[in-house]
């Protein structure tokens, strides 16, 4: 369940030693300044350093990192942002093995392919395969006979459509609820009904479009040959050896701590004669400034009418019609599950159940050294588009909640109860791309052809995964 635009707890990866205060009357000189140090901030700095350009990164928060923050609580490793990403496009590889053995990639045991709906009272598999897809409980049989005729239904005509309403015209209510519903919630967290599918799902849009159907896109596309470096996207769930932050540490390392300010406040951009000015202050009160030719943003919509207080407001009205979900993430410990065995990438849960969370990740089942021998790691999240109010319930609301889905869902025995458990609230989760986002994306192009050298990149558009952010750090970098 990719977690885009989450804000990290306090970590490890402080830049602490920062270079001297730099002189308000004379700027420091770079050809680039990326402002955010997530994933998106710190790829696109490390292949820009690659390709010879001076950088200076700049980030708020006082570690690098964004969203991604892995935590040692104890025997456990958790993760208080993304698990997992998907080797969607050959980019992600084409990176670990850039840092040189400095970060391994880790992709996840075979198990994972294995995923849980919740229905009725329990989890079921969901069926990869025909015969499982006849025998399963989750889908009705008006729908699975139905989906024999998905490929020679009509293509849409609305390019507004709704990821609900495709998939209930295509493959029926049974598989909108108990397969699409909760893949969105655990993307997403948010509706299928109010996302819009050639923004939020652009390549199941375009299988339509393209093909005329799912089924017959899915056929073309296997049969389309494939270069070595097509292969590189195997679409395995991955993370890196030991937790996520491990690759912010390497790309971290790569860039040089000389390179990036953390701590940064009131950051803001301004243009001058040649190209930009980049003002902010430091703990100790002092104005810094750097002057570069280009500026990369990569930091959240709601940012950026702070960052850039020259761009016409009507315009960045729409560049920030942006809203995110809130969530509500809780890692579990157990030392030891008394036998029980959680071989999946995790469960979700379909909004016309009702329950209290919106899914559950097994990263112990998935990665090795997560938890003890006979223990696991659960991440369970809470909140969303559908249950905003959940970020403002208290440890013990919260805790009770996991202690029932922990003992009633995962049915563990009720004597055995945590180990370690971990909160964490993110109020500006994840973007939802809905109907908003064409004039969205269409202001993002009218302000870069505007302003020349200035580059709003980051989740606000290009996709709210880590495989998304990784690709389009590097077609910015090398556009520069």
Known sequence: MPLEDIQGQQGTMAVADQPSALSTETPEPVDVCVIGAGITGLTTAFHLIKKGRSVRVVEKASRIGGQIHTHQVGDFVMESGPNTGAISYPEIVELFNA?????????????????????????????????????????????????????FRAKGTNPDESVGELAA???????????????????????????????????????????????RGAMAKAREPKSDRDRLATKQVFSAKGGLEHLVQALGAAIGPEHITTGANGVQVFPDANGYEVRYTTADGMEHRIACRKVVTTCGAYALPALLPFVDERLMKDVNNLFYAPIVQVGVGIRNTGGRQYQAFGGLVPSCERQQVLGILFPSACFEERAPEHGAVFSFFLGGVRHQEFISKTDDELTDIVDDALHRMLQLPKHIQPDALRIFRHHRAIPQYEVTSGARFAAIDKVEQRYPGLVLAGNLKGGIGMADRIRQAVAVAKNI
């Open 99 to 151: 840092l040189d053995g400095d970060c391994q990639l880790e992709t996840a045991r075979a198990s994972s392919k294995r995923r849980l709906i919740w229905k009725g009272d329990r989890f079921r598999e969901l069926p990869s395969g025909l015969i499982g897809g006849l025998r399963t409980p989750l889908f009705t049989w008006h729908d699975k006979f139905r989906i024999l005729g998905e490929p």
């Open 169 to 215: 015209r295509r493959l029926g209510r049974s598989y909108l609820d108990y397969a699409v519903d909760p893949f969105v919630s655990g993307v997403y967290a948010g509706n299928p009904m109010t996302l819009v599918t050639r923004y939020a799902l652009p390549k199941l849009y375009n299988l339509e479009q393209t093909y005329g159907g799912f089924i």
